[in-house]
């Protein structure tokens, strides 16, 4: 540990808080004001990125830290129904591609969440049609607003796409953020290392899924 991480942890529990080896209690995750995204698990993404079992291995660890704390649990997919893909303007790049191949329309196999997530019915489940999980026939401000939500856990795939434009539209709307940085991907392996290790850290905690429950017991005691 660090002099300066010291000091941190020095100072929380002088405030009274306790905080977790190697982080201090401002890192604290608090489940009852949590949400977890789990964002583009679905085969026309798994397809693409490198070790498609072990994400979906290390998402489903995460899954499970948040069943066990009740933080809320949200799903994210990428799906294009007709009017969808009929709306998107010739001068989208990406999506414009995308609705003239027909990709990811709704209801095809490629948009579900993999099995192996078990969705409740206590769950969120947004459908979007951009990259961004805020892009979507559901207001997720609102809905997270409305549920006390203040801190986002994001894992998801890729890095370049779902991950980059949710976590930078969630951090210019004040959320604190922690991205789970064993559980995104990208098919590019050089993007997502640059991503990861020099632009998410300006605006969210870079953490593992095994820090999960560290983090949770860093809590304020107060």
């Keep these: 540990m660090t002099t300066d991480q010291t000091t941190d942890q020095t100072a929380d529990q002088t405030a009274g808080r306790t905080a977790a080896p190697g982080f201090t209690a401002a890192a604290a995750i608090d489940p009852?004001?949590?949400?977890?995204?789990?964002?583009?698990?679905?085969p026309a993404v798994l397809a693409v990125v490198p070790d498609p079992e072990g994400l979906l291995a290390r998402a489903g660890?995460?899954?499970?830290?948040?069943?066990?704390?009740?933080?809320?649990?949200?799903?994210?997919?990428?799906?294009?129904?007709?009017?969808?893909?009929?709306?998107?303007?010739?001068?989208?790049?990406?999506?414009?591609?995308?609705a003239a191949a027909g990709y990811l329309a709704d209801g095809s196999p490629a948009t579900v969440p993999?099995?192996?997530?078990?969705i409740r019915k206590e769950d969120l489940s947004v459908r979007k049609f951009r990259f961004s999980a805020f892009a979507s026939d559901t207001d997720l401000r609102a809905e997270l607003r409305a549920r006390g939500v203040d801190t986002l856990v994001l894992a998801g795939l890729s890095t370049s796409g779902v991950v980059l434009s949710t976590l930078r539209e969630a951090a210019d709307a004040d959320y604190r953020l922690f991205l789970l940085a064993d559980a995104v991907a990208d098919p590019d392996p050089e993007v997502h290392r640059v991503l990861v290790e020099k632009v998410f850290p300006r605006q969210a905690e870079i953490v593992t899924t095994a820090d999960l429950d560290t983090l949770t017991s860093a809590v304020s005691t107060d």
């Design 32 to 42: 009852a004001r949590t949400a977890l995204l789990l964002m583009d698990f679905q």
């Design 61 to 98: 660890e995460a899954l499970a830290w948040a069943r066990a704390h009740g933080a809320q649990v949200v799903f994210v997919r990428v799906a294009l129904t007709e009017a969808d893909a009929a709306a998107v303007p010739a001068r989208n790049k990406t999506f414009a591609q995308v």
């Design 114 to 118: 993999h099995a192996s997530l078990e």
